[in-house]
């Protein structure tokens, strides 16, 4: 597609519940990038996807937190047992040698 | 690792006053910066980069930063701002392959 997509653009969760955030990148687009960005906050990265592996995972901020990209395209970022703290905009990036481009994000609340 | 510094969390401006958002990055053999804008609801788009070569980088629409090795700084600068430029505004710099961001400035225009 012309852009980074991501679904849903906005979910409501109860605590407790899971959820799972998807990005499409840009086609052809090796890197992805994972970002957490909380009310009135910069951009917190999460994680990072060469194709299909995952190089850089340690901004995940608990082990409640799961990415992956199966076959180096679509990626999905999971939240078991959500919180209230994860509530937040969860940005999708993928890059090329021209640079990034961002996603509209998911809006992610816990209540 | 490498990290930016946004002193400035607001910056109110009346319309067609000249602006400067401030942003200092951690000091590097070699640094690649950027900065965002981000308006409400919607995802972050590239306003301009430095990656090498000039120090002074423009936008197309009015915005210039001039990269500063003695000041470590990457400051943003317009000459007359117009409503239309109310946004959050960020400063990142690559930290190996990844996007760091600060904190955001605030840039509220009135009229």
């Known amino acids: 597609g012309a852009g980074v997509s991501q679904s849903p653009r906005y979910k409501v969760a109860k605590r407790g519940q899971d959820v799972a955030l998807r990005c499409d990148p840009i086609s052809g687009h090796v890197s992805l990038f994972w970002y957490q960005q909380a009310l009135g906050q910069g951009p917190e990265f999460l994680t990072y996807?060469?194709?299909?592996?995952?190089?850089?995972k340690s901004g995940l901020p608990s082990d409640r937190f799961f990415a992956e990209r199966p076959e180096g395209s679509v990626s999905t970022l999971k939240i078991q047992r959500t919180q209230q703290e994860d509530s937040a905009v969860y940005l999708c990036?993928?890059?090329?040698?021209?640079?990034?481009?961002f996603g509209s994000g998911t809006r992610l609340t816990v209540v | 690792a490498q990290s930016v510094t946004q002193l400035d969390s607001q910056v109110p401006v009346f319309e067609e006053a000249p602006v400067e958002l401030r942003c200092n990055y951690s000091?590097?053999?070699?640094?690649?910066l950027f900065w965002y804008v981000q308006y409400p609801n919607q995802g972050l788009q590239l306003l301009l980069k430095?990656?090498?070569?000039?120090?002074l980088v423009e936008s197309i629409n009015g915005f210039e930063a001039e990269f500063n090795k003695s000041q470590t700084s990457f400051h943003l600068r317009k000459p007359s701002v117009h409503i239309s430029d109310t946004a959050e505004y960020f400063c990142?710099?690559?930290?190996?392959?990844?996007?760091?961001f600060g904190t955001g400035t605030r840039l509220q225009v009135f009229p």
């Open positions: 990142a710099v690559i930290d190996t392959d990844k996007l760091i």
């Open positions: 996807f060469q194709n299909e592996a995952q190089l850089d």
């Open positions: 990036a993928s890059s090329s040698w021209l640079g990034y481009t």
């Open positions: 430095y990656l090498s070569g000039s120090t």
């Open positions: 000091s590097s053999v070699s640094v690649y």
